[in-house]
């Protein structure tokens, strides 16, 4: 008897757990919503609470941005962020440039006149590489006589870009080497050579997003008419 009634309360109860399954399986999908991606026109001011979410939206991964030091007051539309986006992919990777060595010659093919007396100067060029980076380079050197003694050292840094919410900045120094060739002589100069990467950088509120790095690399002559 008690084996004949056993049976079907266990049956009951087998079925009641796979209704109660399936019912709450149906319940969870009936729930599940799918949610719908935020979209922003080129107007739109980039602000704290939008932030996030707009560079999710220009896969820009926000762990990358660094916090800004320099002073942004402009106010920055996803537009802008859209158009430095674009100018970034027109930006070289690798920019190689290498001097000739110099022969102290003036226009005229004569010996450049050497200034008299002895001490330090430091020479400077700058090249501009894009329309918004140019990079000013210093190398510094004891003279005698006007004509290059000694090397004693080198660096460059690049200029504002004029460009409110945009600015680079050196990343990553691989050499910065200053050599003297011809101390002493009317044919003196000083060679600077380097390798470095430089990042541009967006700023937004309080931040900077990384747009582009170019390495580059190469060498600059300054003869005694740097001096």
Known sequence: MLRKLFKPVVACVLTMSFLLSTGGAVFAADNKTTPTPQTYSKDTVITESNLND???????????????????????????????????????????????????????GTLCALASGSGTSIATRATTYTNTLTVDYYATGAYTDGMW??????????????????????????????????????YAYLSQVYNYDITNYIGVLGYGIPNGTINIQGTINYSNAYI
Do not use: C, F
């Open 149 to 186: 003694s000694y090397a004693l050292g080198s660096s460059w840094a690049p200029r504002a870009t004029g460009i409110p919410t945009s600015w680079w900045t050196v990343t990553q120094t691989y050499s910065n080497h200053i050599y003297l060739y011809s101390a002493s002589t009317p």
């Open 54 to 108: 707009i560079l999710k939206v220009h896969n820009i991964d926000p762990s990358k941005i660094v916090k800004n030091t320099k002073t942004v007051s402009s106010t920055v539309t996803v537009g802008d962020l859209e158009k430095a986006l674009e100018e970034a992919k027109k930006m070289p990777k690798k920019i190689t440039s290498n001097d000739t060595a110099p022969l102290n010659l003036s226009t005229n």
